[in-house]
């Protein structure tokens, strides 16, 4: 049985908007190195269209974290899953997010990231639904505001599967 998916964001309008993003990253970051941090799975995505995109010294390494909830909601209890290879001290690190939803994992991630020391710590998300917000965390670029509404696409799943949509969609329950 195949769920049926609304589009809610077209391919086109992904990738224009995450070529706006990049513009202001080179912007702001002109004449330095970047360190783009990967949250795994969803955000494999959006980091490698992000990052075809930027034009400055680049490097990318990738962190798993699982919130301990069930497929919809996150708890707030997070565990590393997999930790970085490479020491982000000294460096400017942009941590790259797919959703931000109740802000409860992030707000730990970052905490556990300042912690080390980096030079500069930003994070970009693709989408964010501010409506959702538990947890009150800044978020220096974002792709989209978006409804309360459990979406799929562009690296995002429903039990594992449509990461691979090129798009962003609302399955239809
Ligand atoms: P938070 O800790 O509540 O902000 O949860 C963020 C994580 O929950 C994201 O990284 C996603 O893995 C997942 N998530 C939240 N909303 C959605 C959604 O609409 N579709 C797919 N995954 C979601
Ligand atoms: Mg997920």
């Known amino acids: ?25 080179n912007q702001d970051y002109a004449g330095e190195e970047v360190r783009l941090i990967c949250i795994l799975k969803g955000s494999v995505f959006f980091t ?10 680049v490097t990318i390494d990738f962190m798993q974290v699982s919130s301990y909830g069930n497929g919809t909601t996150s708890s707030g209890r997070v565990r590393i899953a997999k930790d970085l290879d490479e020491s982000v001290e000294g460096m400017n690190i942009i941590v790259i997010e797919d959703i931000i939803d ?7 991630l970052m905490d556990i990231l300042k912690a080390r020391n980096p ?14 917000r538990v947890v009150d965390i800044d ?3 974002t792709g989209f505001e978006i409804p309360d ?25």
């Open 102 to 108: 109740s802000g409860r994992t992030l707000s730990y």
């Open 139 to 141: 978020v220096d670029y």
């Open 48 to 57: 490698c269209e992000l990052a075809k995109r930027i034009n400055l010294p």
């Open 1 to 25: 049985m195949s769920d049926k998916i609304r589009t809610l964001i077209s391919e086109s309008d992904v990738n224009r908007r995450i070529a706006e993003i990049a513009e202001q990253i």
């Open 119 to 132: 030079k500069s710590i930003k994070l970009c998300t693709l989408l964010d639904k501010p409506d959702r």
């Open 149 to 173: 509404e459990f979406v799929v696409g562009y690296g995002l799943d429903y039990a594992q599967k449509y990461r691979n949509l090129p798009y962003v969609g609302v399955v239809e329950l």
